[in-house]
Structures are given as C-alpha cells and as structure tokens.
C-alpha cells in the first residue's frame, strides 16, 4: 500500500514537445506530492510539489496535474529542453518531510 | 548558503568491513533523512531522525545503522558489508513541510 508506480521508465521527446510522465498511489493518507528531478553524478532536486486539495499546480515549464479520485497524479513539461534530460522522479509523502516513497524513475532525453 | 554535504564522495570496502558516512545539513535543518539508491530497487528509504531522535526506519536490515548529533549532523553505518550494499547513499535535510534538500551522495563500492 505504500508504493508509488510511475510510467514511462523512458521517455524520448523532440526539443519545444511536451514531456508527460505518470504516476499512481495507493495510500490514500499520503499528503503531500513532489517531483525530484536527478542528474547524473548529483542528488534528486525538488522541481514542484502539490498537494491533494489542489488539482493543478504550475511553475514555469513544469505543471503537476493531481486527481485524487483516481489517486493519479502526472508531470508535464512544457516546451521540453534539451537541458531538461534527466531521470524524474515522482514521490509521496505523510506529513511532508517524514519518509518518502518514490517512483521507480523516468529517464528523460530531449532530443534537438 | 551551502547545501547539504556528504563526506566522502566516494569509497571502496572489502566484503565483511564496516562503514561510515557522514551528513552535513543545510543550516537550520533538523530533520534528516538517508536514502539507499540502486538502479534495480531505486530510491529507498533506510532511516530519518529530527533533533538526534529517530523517527523513522525503513526496511533494511540491523546491519544498517544511523545517529544524529546536537548540531544536527548525522552519520549512518554499515557493518559487515556485503556486494549488494554497492549503492549511492543519500543524504537529504529538510526544514519544513516543503520537502528534502538532497546531497550529491557517497558512492560506496563494496569489493
């Protein structure tokens, strides 16, 4: 119950296209929801975070879109950059900084 | 202002030795949190503590150990290591809600 399952395991998107990466959960207490974005050789970095009574939330290039009935939420972005290739990972939470359950991880490649 | 830091980056061991790493938080930061990361389990959760107090284990065994001091700096041990605890472990602090501060890492080989 506390996995978090997230597709595709690789992405290849055309530079200016939009990057769309999914993810699923089954505990229903997790509250707090945040995308980390990995390069190689560095530690995930928070990119953007929602919570479960907002059902969108953008930043820039970058929205999270959140249905707490399907208990999906999914990553968008937006005029996709080479720059932005990197694994993605999705996460939940309870109570925010306490233990977090991650995605399996979707490697991303912008190609120009 | 400086990141978290984990010292070393990078360490080989033998089969059957022990190890130490160590944790720098961001200033400020009392919660801390290491995480185990490998291409085929991914990111996993190993222990998190908030003023020198464990709040949190996951589900690694005995032979994977941590501490916190007062200053908030934190150090996680692995006794008796075996090939399969080759990983990159990762440190991550956090003030708020908001979410985790990572550090870059310490790559540990166990040979």
């Known amino acids: 119950q506390q996995q978090v399952k997230q597709s595709p395991q690789s992405l290849i998107v055309q530079k200016g296209g939009i990057s769309i990466i999914n993810c699923a959960y089954e505990?229903?207490?997790?509250?707090?929801f945040p995308w980390y974005q990995q390069f190689p050789g560095k530690g995930p970095a928070l990119l953007i975070a929602?919570?479960?009574?907002?059902s969108e939330k953008k930043e820039g290039r970058f929205t999270i879109s959140f249905n707490k009935s399907a208990k999906q939420f999914s990553l968008h972005i937006m005029d996709s950059q080479p720059g932005d290739s990197a694994t993605y990972f999705c996460a939940a939470t309870l109570g925010g900084y306490q233990k977090v359950t991650f995605g399996t991880g979707t490697k991303l490649q912008v190609i120009p | 202002k400086a990141g978290v830091t984990q010292t070393p980056r990078y360490l080989i061991k033998t089969r059957g030795q022990q190890v130490t790493l160590s944790c720098s938080p961001i200033?400020?930061?009392?919660?801390v949190s290491w995480y185990q990361q490998t291409p085929g389990q991914g990111l996993q959760f190993l222990f998190e503590?908030?003023?020198?107090?464990?709040?949190n284990k996951g589900n690694f065994p005995g032979r994977f150990s941590g501490r916190q001091f007062s200053n908030s700096r934190s150090e996680m041990n692995v006794s008796t290591l075996e090939l399969g605890d080759s990983a990159l472990y990762l440190c991550?602090?956090?003030?708020?809600?908001?979410?985790?501060?990572f550090g870059s890492g310490t790559r540990l080989t166990v040979v």
């Open positions: 991550a602090s956090s003030l708020n809600e908001d979410g985790y501060t």
């Open positions: 200033s400020g930061h009392r919660s």
């Open positions: 929602i919570r479960p009574d907002v």
């Open positions: 503590y908030f003023s020198e107090t464990q709040r």
């Open positions: 505990n229903t207490a997790f509250d707090y």
